[in-house]
């Protein structure tokens, strides 16, 4: 949960973080065996006067491996958030505005909202604590989370805007034992079935997307000032991916906010979603914790 903060909270976070990644640093080299080892060769290569900058630059290089810290622009209003998205992705007009198309009608399926964990506990459990106007879902598929969020939320009489960032193409060679929708043109569908599943549930009022790349998507969240109350990563599940999701994640959750995620169990790349969050937690002072099969950061 990010604490509710000060003007100068980036430029705080970036000195913590720096001093933190170079004890970590010279914590890895300062080992006697590793540390001599590294002396050796490096009077067996000719650099033994230049050891000290050969350090200072592998200090460099975590930090840049670890800068995600580009400030965001100032919070749009919640109330401005839906508009906001309109206006710099779909040029002012809804994209719910007559769907389906002719050309698709009768190409999708008239019920088909597959997820994993989609309705979990922790969903309720946050909503009910943080009680969001925004919500931001990186990783929305088929919309089945995002739509049980946007029932949730109704239920609580809340007027929560639900902002599902997806490209909405799977992943290669994705298909479904024969249930997926047919490629039409190299198209996999996936955009419009997804809509089709929130109109089912009549959200297109409380849910938008934006149908790009994770990074993409999160950058223009954080250039136009829309930040979210919950946000919830669900996306890839490889280590590198991840942290880059977690890091740009957290970079457009609103103060007081909570930042949590799905596959924390998933061996996929060594437990790569459960490796980057380990790492993102103690970089940045926070517990995690468990609620089913989510990961939720929490203060220590």
């Known amino acids: ?30 080992k006697p ?31 840049d491996h670890n800068n995600f810290l580009a400030q965001c ?37 008239p019920d088909w909202k597959k997820g994993w964990g989609s309705h979990g ?33 109704r239920k609580l009489g809340l007027e929560t805007q639900i902002i599902c960032i997806d490209d ?4 290669p060679g994705y298909y479904d034992n024969g249930k997926s929708l047919k490629l039409v043109n190299g198209d996999s569908m996936l955009l419009y079935q997804f809509m089709k599943n929130v109109v089912n549930v009549r959200a297109s009022e409380s849910i938008m997307f934006l149908p790009f790349s994770a990074g993409t998507a999160l950058a223009g969240l954080c250039d136009w000032g829309v930040y979210g109350d919950l946000v919830e990563v669900d996306a890839a599940h490889d280590f590198h991916s991840a942290w880059a999701d977690i ?15 799905h596959d924390y169990f998933l061996d996929v790349d060594n437990y790569g979603v459960r490796r980057a969050v380990n790492l993102f937690a103690r970089l ?14 929490a203060s220590p």
Request: aromatic content about 10%.
């Open 284 to 297: 940045n002072c926070f517990r995690v914790d468990i609620d089913g099969e989510h990961w939720v950061l």
């Open 73 to 109: 622009s100032s919070p749009v209003p919640p109330a401005h958030v839906r508009q906001t998205i309109l206006n710099r992705v779909f040029n002012g007009t809804s994209p719910w505005e007559n769907f389906p198309p002719d050309h698709v009608k009768n190409l999708l399926l």
């Open 33 to 63: 065996v590793p540390y001599l080892i590294l002396l050796l060769l490096a009077y067996a290569l000719g650099y033994a006067s230049h050891s000290q900058p050969r350090l200072s630059q592998a200090a460099r290089d975590l930090l």
């Open 1 to 30: 949960m990010k604490s509710e903060d000060h003007s100068d909270l980036p430029h705080h976070r970036h000195r913590i973080h720096q001093k933190r990644l170079v004890a970590l640093t010279f914590k890895k080299y300062s």
């Open 168 to 171: 909405f193409r799977g992943w």
């Open 247 to 261: 890091n740009n994640a957290y970079k457009v959750l609103r103060s007081g906010g909570v930042l949590f995620g």
């Open 121 to 153: 506990a922790v969903f309720e459990n946050l909503i009910r604590r943080v009680r969001p106007k925004t919500i931001i879902e990186l990783g929305s598929f088929l919309g089945a989370s995002a739509t049980h969020m946007a029932e949730l939320t």
